[in-house]
């Protein structure tokens, strides 16, 4: 793999204390055929200009900080070969949807804030003792939730939601299937706590199903089907509760 | 004079620091918990261990038996008290994550189901399915989320710990964001950084792993223990060193050399496969020099090979196998081997801690990775390290509790000041003199003189020549210049400073490989090929001086396993 090749790598610049709005700067960079598009900003920032910013720590696609906007589309950098864009050039932006902070780092606070908001912990009236051993879960019982824990928090689906580009108040997909994934799971009794937030209208009903959220989403959660399950769900306890009012346990 | 004060302060919330912290918040009530990390927590490196954690859960398994493979795993350099804890406490700290929501992989019955790992002489490999670091932090994680009591510093960097007549009192940190250095004070400071491959070239770490924390003790004179051995992985990808775990080999994958045999049957016939790590990955070398592997542009290889797996195994059990390797090499296992050869991946060594995480400076603990609390010995065993940041992970954070609710803290006014210091130290050195030395370049070579002195195998000569490089390059770094001098999120500040930790920490583990003239689990002298426990059945703790570290040494504890051969 010794035949190098050379890219254009254009990046967004945004340097606060330097200029008021964002500029771009374009870069050459010779790649390998196994490279990333997170592997040429690290050659630009250890050998061309160490003043580019950005996020990155595990490059293998698991610990979810190096999204960002690849020729327009939300992408975990470290999981996109520049092969696939060559000979074109790659432009490479924060992830949309969301303040920048610097160059191609943006603020994450909001999404923090909302992942917090879903409750994603287990919930229980009464916690068993460790001592008591584990709660059993059948395979079937884990597979029930079990797509929807595997987010890596990356923020892709954010970036490209349109109701969330719009609306910041939407709870939004990621933490919406966060949600979810507590309440189908079988040792949790949460459901009613999260429903307020989930089921609210900053919540599922904001969410008019574009569905792009599943499509950029690296890690097959699907927080659209997610969104979708929940709107049946609750809807059909609405319905549930206008014919038993008084049946409202859970 | 207002500063941030906290009664427990975690330096870290990987699986260790989380850990740490919850058990800190429920140790008595109204304690109040800081957590300084410099990544969002989730991102931890915690997040890519793939294989799963181990405790005795089965009918067919007992403490002493996980105990005895560990102590054998450890080539009798662990300490067998700390052992014991360890597999005892275990067992509650997994079914404790469980009950944290943790997504355990399932028999049909519904209990945690356990696989088989490497030098385990059962299943007692608990996971869920190939990404059990993913879902133990993200668990973790979320169950914090839930403790008012945890006050988060998300993307803070640690520069350094804060001491006052003897004892640590805080801590100076670079708000990343802002740019500006701030003191954090704290009764208690727990170390839970991870471990430091970063100072190799070839890892399956993240480049976060450093050896901050390991370097920030060892400059206020704390001891590190047993740095020299550094884990060989047998099986990673070429170029990347993305990690193959070792449940590929546990769910039974094959490790073929280039003659098509399963060469293992040469060096560990009785667990082939399933053999410990420093083992395995000397085996490759072996084969290397006999001709028996493959070349290729990113060196030789050997092949994993899961095809007779099937599709429905590799899909359950190791579908982030499948994803990795299809993305990162375009090679569908299920229908190709993989190419796999030795890869850096895990620091026994680290922070000297006693059985509770207690360092010998007051104030002061470390848990996880970062730590050597004497459970490794010269080799880990696969699988015991995630539960090890959860057994002293809790231990530390419960005796780090306890010992802040005796303790006041230290004058504001003070640690203020050293605050504004250290502000100054850093500007100073890295935005004041104009330094011709990229970060990258002395970085580099640091890796390259860690891989040719410390790497599998190691020599007197070669070792030699790695301390005078490291000495050099110490020289080098005074004269560091760095192209960012804005303070907004300023990463090239944050390199610079994680190259002084690397250095430091390179320094006291090439130091203590050269002393140790003997071969014991990862550690391989070509030049003193056999264990030598007249002399070296003891722990080796090297501490910063002017010059080069000065090591000394720490009988092993044995309490009930005397040290034997260890063959497989
Ligand atoms: C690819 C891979 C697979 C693995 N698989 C397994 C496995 O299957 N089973 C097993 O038992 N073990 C496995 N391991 C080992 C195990 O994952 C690690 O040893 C363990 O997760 C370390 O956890 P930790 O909490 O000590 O550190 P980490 O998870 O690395 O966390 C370190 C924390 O310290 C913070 N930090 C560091 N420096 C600073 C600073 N200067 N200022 C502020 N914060 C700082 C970081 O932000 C981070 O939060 C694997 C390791 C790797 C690399
Ligand atoms: S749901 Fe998918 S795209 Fe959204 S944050 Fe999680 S992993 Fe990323
Ligand atoms: S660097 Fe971790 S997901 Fe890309």
Redesign the pocket.
């Given at each position: 793999m010794s035949d190098l090749r050379t890219i254009k790598i254009t990046v967004l610049r945004y340097r606060p204390e330097e200029e008021d709005a964002p500029t771009e700067q374009t870069y050459e960079v010779e790649f390998r055929d196994d490279w990333v598009v997170l592997d040429a900003l690290n050659h630009i920032k250890d050998h061309i200009d160490g003043t580019l910013s950005f996020r990155w720590s595990c490059r293998?696609g698991v610990c979810g900080s190096c999204g960002m906007m690849v020729n327009g589309e939300p992408k975990l950098t470290c999981a996109a070969m520049l092969r696939d864009y060559y000979p074109n050039e790659v432009r490479v932006e924060p992830l949309v949807n969301f303040p920048i902070v610097r160059d191609l780092v943006i603020d994450m606070t909001d999404f923090m804030d909302k992942l917090k908001a879903v409750k994603p912990w287990i919930i229980r009236e009464e916690e068993k003792p460790v001592s008591e051993g584990e709660y059993l879960q059948t395979p079937d019982q884990l597979k029930d939730y079990k797509q929807f824990s595997q987010c890596i928090n990356c923020m892709l689906c954010y970036a490209a939601c349109p109701v969330y580009g719009l609306e910041h108040d939407f709870v939004g997909p990621a933490a919406i299937a966060l949600g979810h994934r507590y309440n189908l799971d079988s040792r949790d009794e949460g459901n009613q706590q999260r429903q307020h937030v989930i089921a609210s209208k900053e919540g599922i009903w904001e969410c008019t199903y574009v569905g792009e959220c599943s499509v950029v989403c690296p890690k097959h959660v699907d927080p659209a089907e997610a969104i979708q399950q929940t709107k049946v769900a609750t809807t059909t306890n609405r319905f549930k509760s206008l014919v038993m009012p008084w049946g409202n346990k859970k | 004079m207002n500063i941030p004060k906290h009664d427990v302060l975690l330096?870290?919330?990987?699986?260790?620091?989380l850990r740490a912290a919850i058990a800190a918040s429920e140790t008595y009530r109204g304690a109040d918990i800081g957590v300084?990390?410099?990544?969002y927590?989730m991102?931890?490196?915690?997040?890519?261990?793939?294989?799963?954690?181990?405790a005795v859960m089965r009918e067919d398994d007992n403490l002493d038996l996980h105990a005895y493979d560990t102590i054998k795993g450890s080539d009798f350099l662990g300490d067998q008290d700390v052992v014991e804890a360890f597999v005892k406490e275990a067992i509650d700290e997994v079914i404790q994550l469980e009950h944290w929501g943790c997504p355990w992989s399932r028999d049909e019955d519904g209990r945690v189901s356990v696989r088989a790992f490497g030098g385990m002489s059962v299943k007692r490999t608990l996971y869920a399915a190939d990404k059990?670091?993913f879902h133990m932090?993200h668990a973790l994680f979320q169950t914090s989320l839930k403790y008012d009591a945890i006050t988060r510093y998300d993307e803070?960097?640690?520069?350094s710990l804060l001491v006052e007549d003897g004892r640590v009192c805080g801590v100076t940190?670079l708000n990343i964001r802002s740019g500006n250095i701030h003191a954090i004070g704290a009764k208690s400071v727990i170390i839970?950084?991870?471990?430091a491959?970063k100072i190799f070239p070839f890892t399956?770490?993240?480049a976060?792993?450093?050896g901050?924390?390991m370097a920030?003790a060892y400059r206020i004179g704390c001891p590190l223990k047993d740095l020299e051995f550094v884990q060989y992985h047998p099986t990673g990808l070429p170029g990347t060193g993305i990690?193959m775990?070792?449940?590929s080999r546990g769910e039974g994958g094959h490790l073929v050399n280039s003659k098509g045999e399963r060469y293992l049957s040469e060096y560990v016939p009785g667990k082939m496969e399933l053999g410990p790590r420093d083992i395995l990955s000397r085996s490759f070398i072996h084969e290397q020099h006999q001709g028996n592997v493959f070349e290729g542009p990113d060196g030789s290889y050997v092949h994993l090979d899961l095809r007779h797996l099937g599709e429905k195994v590799i899909d359950e059990k190791l579908p982030f196998v499948r994803e990795l390797t299809r993305n990162y090499v375009g090679i569908d296992p299920v229908h190709e081997p993989i190419p796999v050869r030795p890869v850096v991946?895990?620091c026994m060594g680290g922070v000297h801690t006693d059985i509770n995480g207690a360092t010998p400076i007051s104030g002061l603990y470390a848990?996880?990775?970062?730590a050597c609390v004497s459970l490794n010995g010269a080799n880990r065993l696969?699988?015991?390290?995630?539960?090890?940041?959860l057994v002293f992970?809790a231990r530390a954070g419960q005796v780090a509790a306890q010992h802040a609710a005796d303790t006041d803290f230290a004058d504001s006014a003070s640690m203020a000041k050293m605050a504004q210091d250290e502000q100054k130290r850093i500007e100073t050195q890295f935005f004041g003199n104009n330094g011709k030395e990229r970060v990258a370049n002395i970085r580099d070579d640091l890796r390259k003189t860690m891989e040719e002195g410390a790497g599998i195998f190691r020599t007197e000569d070669a070792l030699k020549a790695t301390c005078d490089t490291i000495r050099t390059l110490k020289e080098r770094y005074e004269n560091i210049g760095i192209d960012d001098h804005s303070r907004v999120f300023n990463t090239d500040l944050v390199n610079a400073l994680?190259l002084g930790?690397m250095l430091d920490v390179a320094e006291g583990l090439a130091h203590s490989a050269l002393l140790r003239r003997e071969s014991r689990g990862s550690h391989a002298r070509s030049d003193y090929e056999e264990r030598d426990d007249e002399n070296f059945l003891k722990h080796s703790l090297a501490y910063q001086t002017d010059g080069d570290p000065r090591i000394e040494y720490l009988p092993v504890t044995l309490t009930r396993w005397e040290p034997e051969e260890r063959t497989y």
């Open positions: 293998m | 330096i870290g919330g990987g699986g260790a620091g300084v990390s410099k990544v927590p991102r931890s490196h915690t997040v890519s261990a793939e294989g799963g954690t181990a059990t670091g932090l803070w960097f640690v520069t940190a839970c950084t991870g471990g491959g399956t770490n993240a976060i792993k450093n901050d924390g920030l990690l775990t070792e449940a991946h895990y848990a996880g990775e970062a696969g699988s015991n390290s995630l539960t090890e940041c992970g994680e930790y």
